[in-house]
Nanobody, 127 residues
Framework: QVQLVESGGGLVQTGDSLRLSCAAS????????LGWFRQALGKEREFVAA????????YVAESVKGRFAISRDGAKHTVALQMNSLKPEDTAVYYC????????????????????WGQGTQVTVSS
């Protein structure tokens, strides 16, 4: 198992940058593909970005491509989401999630593919 704890959310203005971090417990951090999702008030949880076990492959939603980037640090057991040029529509609770190492055929796009979730961190972008 892995426990995930997000940090770094807050209130920013349009055009600002923010860096979210997710700390993962457990000695097998490198076994887990990881992702970021977000959920705005009254909306479904949506995929933002994902990264493979090795960190060599990343996936980013079209809505944030060119503005957001995901990365992982194996030594620190963290996964980060760098968010630039933030817009009011980026306002949401952001969740870090991990895919079970046993799962195969993962697309990374569906929250149903992720077994472990953090508690979420609020990001609010004012206009």
């Amino acid at each position: 198992q892995v426990q995930l704890v997000e940090s770094g959310g807050g209130l920013v203005q349009t055009g600002d940058s923010l860096r979210l971090s997710c700390a993962a417990s457990g000695r097998t951090f490198g076994d887990y593909p990881l992702g970021w999702f977000r959920q705005a008030l009254g909306k479904e949880r949506e995929f933002v970005a994902a990264i493979s076990r090795s960190g060599r492959t990343t996936y980013v939603a079209e809505s944030v491509k060119g503005r957001f980037a995901i990365s992982r640090d194996g030594a620190k057991h963290t996964v980060a989401l760098q968010m630039n040029s933030l817009k009011p529509e980026d306002t949401a609770v952001y969740y870090c999630a991990a895919v079970s190492p046993a799962r195969i055929g993962v697309t990374f796009l569906s929250p149903d593919e992720y077994e472990y979730w953090g508690q979420g961190t609020q990001v609010t972008v004012s206009s």
